[in-house]
């Protein structure tokens, strides 16, 4: 078997090989890699050499960021909902990250590396301007499967912090039985999640 050169210190990409990590099963070098944006990752020596693997994903994005410049999105509301989505599933130094990567919350691939692939669903989608991007199943990330166009208050009733009470015979959300009783959303929360009251006493005490 041939021996490994060492390529500790090298550039690929936007990648810097800090180390040698390991190998394959079937024997090919691994490197521990850290991306230009302080990210790392384990990468194979000869996807590094062939260029296969030139960045966390980072590259790309700047690639598509750069693409949509030239079409002139950057300043669009749609740009900004594609933009955010990437930012609380990868951003680490943002506030929400621990509501949505924090929690595995993740962005596909296509969408993640184009704009364009993004826009295009949204298109095909029934896109409007007062519409939100909303995940039908909240454990779940941001994928043309698990998406859909919604008004803010069909959103605020999926959010994962809003469950079903059934009372009387009538089983509505938190957000319903709030607009139904006249008692704020948050004070019907805080007295079933926090004090513990059971749902008739949380519905009628005003």
């Known amino acids: 078997m041939p021996k490994t050169i060492d390529i500790t210190g090298k550039y690929f990409g936007y990648w810097k090989v800090i180390e040698r990590a390991g190998s394959t099963e079937r024997g090919k070098a691994t490197w521990l890699c850290e991306c230009k944006c302080g990210k790392r990752k384990i990468v194979r020596g000869d996807g590094l050499r062939s260029r296969k693997s030139e960045s966390c994903g980072c590259k790309a994005i700047e690639l598509s960021v750069e693409r949509t410049k030239t079409h002139g999105k950057t300043g669009t509301r749609l740009y900004k909902i594609w933009n955010q989505m990437i930012q609380r599933t990868t951003n680490k130094n943002i506030k929400d990250y621990k509501y949505y990567g924090g929690r595995g919350i993740t962005i596909c691939k296509e969408w993640k590396e184009s704009f364009e692939a993004f826009e295009k ?9 007062n519409l939100t991007i909303d995940r039908k199943d909240n454990n779940k990330g941001y994928e ?5 166009w919604a008004t803010r208050k069909q959103q605020s009733s999926n959010t994962r912090y809003n469950h079903y009470l059934t009372y009387k015979g009538e089983r509505k959300t938190i957000t319903e039985w709030s607009e139904k009783t006249g008692i704020k959303r948050s004070v019907l929360y805080e007295r079933i999640n926090k ?12």
């Open 195 to 206: 004090l513990g009251w059971d749902i008739e006493k949380s519905l009628t005490t005003k």
């Open 121 to 129: 669903w949204a298109e095909m989608n029934g896109y409007k301007e």
């Open 144 to 148: 043309p499967e698990n998406c859909r």
